[in-house]
């Protein structure tokens, strides 16, 4: 019996072999250098209005209070297309703002401290999916500030420290929680980088 | 003749009202015992605060400026981004803006050299593409003996110049400059470039928090980090708050610390009552 035939036969395989890890093994090097898979961020929709959204879900009512006491509201409230940024009363708590939210920003002194930080978490006029952000470089904020996007992994990070952990999909736009509170001052007037997707 | 017939208690119900009776007297008890005992949470809330915030009759010292913050030292990018982040989270509570001076000098000996010459030591450290983009809070991680020199030639007061000539193994310090009208300024921040990372990460958010007007601190803190305990560490919920109230814009700059210290333990009072 001849041995070229197996010889053969083991070679293509080996050769197949290897093919096959390096596929998956480049997919899985590469993934970070493009979009985020986003597995782990939980995904809902719902038949609501952002606005709607905000009275319903009872996780959010340090935020939806602060927002609403904004003069950011009424652009929430009244839009037709948009993309918010939230944040839970568990997720404050943690990070220690939830007393800035509840109790020094809504006096009539830091009505403007109020308006500005809000103003970070509302993007007017675009619904942003969470895979759509994942493509982009970074994102204009109703203050004008811009605010970067980072991808890691499948992790999505906004700004400088705070990355989205749900989404949800409204009537009228997307709702992305974050775990920390949008900030970064030193970007305002920075124009945003004109082309913004990766 | 006619008797009345009277109902003796059976023993079992004698019982049930007797366990009842005592459970209700021990749930009072304990209520009370955990009103006391959240009471005196709460006071030793203000206590602790108020020292951090400099003692009853101190005013309120705090930055109302835009803080241009300059790094000194060779250190990691890593280390330049924690302290943004620092910068950052600090500029959430306060509202106070801040600004990285595009001047990082890796080599200290020229800060060194730069403040020899200057009749405002704290301001030789100015951005390239603005005149008057200059630091006013400087983050010097550089070792002790460059210190001690920076000490004297700015000079720092005598404690700043004494601790850093002796060999005692002191791991960082600020030294804010305060103004008449109770504003502060200016800030160096000093931490030995030796240590290990956790203890340089704690040293740098310690002294910069500290920088922004919680100049104390107080030993064994229940609550605050500011707690004159050497270990690696972090910021705690309560610091932050502090912060904040220090920066509510209800209380003006050199008025009375007391209501920024009561406004917090009130809040957390209230908290108590809510969750009951």
């Known amino acids: 019996m001849s041995i070229c035939p197996v010889i053969r036969t083991g070679y293509r395989a080996t050769v197949l072999v290897f093919i096959l890890f390096i596929s998956i093994n480049s997919k899985l090097l590469f993934a970070s250098d493009r979009v985020a898979t986003t597995t782990h961020i939980k995904e809902l929709e719902s038949p609501l209005s952002i606005a709607g959204f905000l009275d319903d879900d009872q996780r959010l009512k340090i935020f939806s209070k602060a927002l609403k006491s904004s003069d950011v509201w009424s652009h929430v409230r009244d839009g037709s297309e948009e993309t918010l940024f939230v944040i839970t009363d568990a997720a404050l708590r943690i990070e220690g703002s939830a007393f800035l939210l509840e109790v020094v920003l809504l006096k009539a002194e830091n009505t403007e401290r109020l308006k500005k930080l809000m103003a970070y978490h509302f993007l007017p006029g675009e619904a942003i999916t969470i895979n759509e952000l994942s493509r982009r470089d970074s994102v204009l904020s109703y203050g004008e500030g811009c605010i970067p996007i980072t991808v890691a992994g499948d992790s999505i990070q906004i700004g400088l420290a705070s990355f989205i952990t749900e989404t949800a999909r409204a009537s009228n736009g997307y709702i992305h929680f974050v775990d920390r509170l949008l900030w970064q001052p030193y970007e305002d007037n920075h124009p945003c980088s004109l082309s913004t997707s990766r | ?276």
């Open chain 2, 1 to 276: 003749m006619n008797t009345k017939k009277v109902d003796k208690p059976t023993p079992l119900l004698v019982a049930l009202a007797c366990t009842a009776g005592i459970m209700l007297v021990t749930n009072w008890a304990l209520a009370q015992e955990r009103s006391i005992r959240n009471e005196r949470a709460l006071v030793q809330l203000d206590v602790e605060s108020i020292h951090i915030l400099g003692g009853f009759r101190n005013p309120i010292v705090r930055w109302s400026s835009t803080v241009n913050f300059a790094i000194v030292g060779n250190i990691r990018p890593s280390t330049i981004q924690k302290i943004t982040a620092i910068f950052n989270e600090i500029s959430l509570m306060t509202g106070i803006r801040y600004h990285q001076v595009d001047h990082a000098l890796s080599k200290p000996d020229r800060y060194l050299e730069a403040i020899g010459g200057s009749q405002q030591p704290h301001l030789t450290l100015c951005g390239r593409s603005a005149s008057n983009n200059c630091a006013n809070f400087v983050v010097l991680v550089v070792n002790q003996e460059l210190m001690h020199n920076i000490a004297l030639s700015l000079p720092l007061k005598p404690v700043y110049q004494q601790a850093t000539a002796r060999k005692d193994n002191i791991h960082c310090f600020f030294s804010p400059t305060v103004t008449s009208s109770f504003e502060i300024t200016h800030s160096i921040v000093w931490v030995r470039n030796d240590l290990e990372v956790p203890m340089l990460d704690t040293c740098l958010q310690e002294e910069i928090y500290q920088s922004f007007g919680l100049f104390n601190d107080y030993s064994n803190s229940h609550y605050y980090s500011f707690n004159n305990v050497v270990a690696p560490k972090k910021i705690t919920a309560f610091d932050k708050q502090l912060l904040t109230s220090l920066y509510d814009a209800g209380f003006s700059t050199g008025t009375s610390i007391l209501p920024v210290a009561i406004q917090l333990s009130a809040y957390y009072r209230a908290k108590l009552l809510r969750d009951r």
